[in-house]
């Protein structure tokens, strides 16, 4: 077989509209207005750094040394961005890195490191307000913590007996709106209202109003329920079966009949004030609201009763203070959580959350929010080029949006003393 050598072509042309897409929306100056100087001999600017790193996820990557490796080629020739070296790259994003803080809970004994970085959690808000696809009125928010498992030198063991991470997490639709790290031996609970108050500022800062929270039943707590009321109108929350709850299931005198798959199930409602204890031993009594629950049960595989409703079935309850749904309404629209939680694994696979890059937490939340800028970015991108590029679908993971879109060989050209993209294939882009 005889090989011919010719002209370096790039296998990642499409990679070239991301970034353009990018300018259009004045991404590049709202990183450069938002972060911190740069010394005037430095070669690259921020938007150089930052997408230049997200290029690596766009062109199928999975760390910045990809970029003197797999993707230098294919991304030194074009007229948006100066690509730097991946020690660059990183050099300049630990940089930004604030540190990390030691907090104490009120009772506990346990030294819980939490790493808060407002500015990039502000900057990556204003992106989202740019973006076409976010919506920023009345909108539902998910809380949720998720465990990275790392064996970076500072990680601590978290409950599953490994070491990592667990970051608490805050998501709007499928847009990663808030990150805040901690160590892996900081229970999701701890602190959680003072967590949920800092996101809500923030996301007040830039007139996005929630109307309603959902969590799961690490946020079920007198402190955090009482945070999520002071910032939304609704909150959705799995509740604990608590001395509270398991009296108040005691008393549903009426149960509906519903099939869920091939299982036989129970639904009913009652209402119900938590807490009571909690707000005494605080003084704050004021702070008592009356809930309504609503339970679901099934009968158990092993047959033993329950010593407090003498029915051998299992629970799961939700804790609203929206007392205008159906019950099947409450339970369906607490369970679009799901849907949410994916995003974790989204993060984890598609966006590098399973390969932290640096050795200490501050630096990695860093990392954990300039990626989720990246996420964010790219439901923005995969919702418009899906409606310009036939074979893409809003819904593609990056995985296809890589092989139909980036990876199409192009080469940028003078001519007409301008510089033009050639493409070698078809792409069927309107511009």
Known sequence: ????????????????????????????????????????QSTYNWFDIIMSYWSVFFCGGDCAEDLAINLKDGLLENPFIKIPSPDRVLERLKSLSVPSVVLKTKKGKSKNQFSIHEELNLLNIQLLNKLSTFQKKDVTLDYDNTIIYTSKADAKYAYTKSTGYCPGVGIIDNHVVYVENRNGNCASHTLQDETIDRMMLLLKQENISVKTIRADSASYAFDIVTTMLKHAKTIFVRAKLKTTVIDAISQISEWNQIKVGNEIMYRGTVNFVPFKEAARKSHRNDDLREFRLVITKKKNKTGQLNVFTGEACEYSAIMTNDFDMTDDQVVNFYNQRGAKEREFDVMKNDFGWNNMPFSRLEQNTVFLIITAMCRNFYNHIITVFSKRVKGLNAKSRIKKFIFRFICIPAKWIKTGRSMKLRLYGEIAFRT
């Open 1 to 40: 077989m005889k090989v011919l050598n010719s002209p370096a072509i790039s296998p990642f042309g499409g990679i070239n509209f991301v970034i353009k897409e990018a300018i259009d929306l004045n991404i590049n100056k709202l990183i450069e207005n938002n972060l911190p100087p740069l010394p005037q």
